[in-house]
């Protein structure tokens, strides 16, 4: 890629433009449609490496994947494989054992299917994603999981009190991981 600014030509690097984990999380979802592959799975597996190191840790600092405990105190989710397929259906009964709805109001997850989600709607690759979530996080409930669309929050994924709250960026991150 060659840019001009003042008369002067220069090369950029495809790697320096590319997002911080960060600024896909808070930016629009959308966006990363733009990138490769390649780098969307880098996000993911940066996403996933950060959730390691935070692991258990109380979320007196933001954490990337927060959760709400038992005493009222907030915590980072256990952490995540760098490798995970997320939308591979998890545990012996495929996660059927939660029972998720969908908000109907509001910022609703996209129904329409697209390649970057290998095909699924965006809502069905949040259903998966939720499912491996809750699964990889040892959620046990007997009452219904709201999923909720989190666009632009700092966090990939967080779950209070029976709210999964999952930032569509970290769908599009799953997904591009879940191809390869």
């Known amino acids: 890629m060659l840019a001009a600014a003042c008369g002067q030509g220069t090369t950029l690097n495809a790697s320096s433009r590319a997002p911080s984990l960060s600024q896909t999380l808070t930016g629009t979802a959308e966006a990363l449609e ?11 597996r940066e996403a996933a490496r950060t959730s390691l ?3 258990g840790q109380e979320a ?6 927060p959760m709400l405990g038992a005493e009222g105190r907030f915590f980072a ?16 009964d495929g996660g059927a054992g939660w029972q998720l709805t969908f908000p109907t109001r509001g910022d609703r997850w996209a129904e329409d299917r697209r390649e970057s989600f290998q095909g699924l709607s965006e809502r069905e690759a949040a259903e998966l994603v939720a499912r491996s979530l809750l699964f990889q996080w040892n959620v046990a409930t007997s009452v219904p999981v709201v999923v909720d669309r989190a666009a632009g929050a700092p966090y990939a ?8 709250r999952i930032n569509p960026a970290f769908v599009y991150l799953a997904t591009a991981q879940a191809a390869q």
């Open 34 to 44: 733009y990138e490769t592959p390649a780098v969307r799975i880098e996000l993911f």
């Open 157 to 164: 994924a967080a779950y209070l009190d029976g709210v999964l």
């Open 77 to 92: 989710a256990p952490g995540l494989d760098p490798r995970v397929d997320l939308l591979v259906a998890p545990g012996s």
């Open 60 to 65: 007196v600092q933001p954490v990337l994947f």
């Open 53 to 55: 190191q935070q692991a």
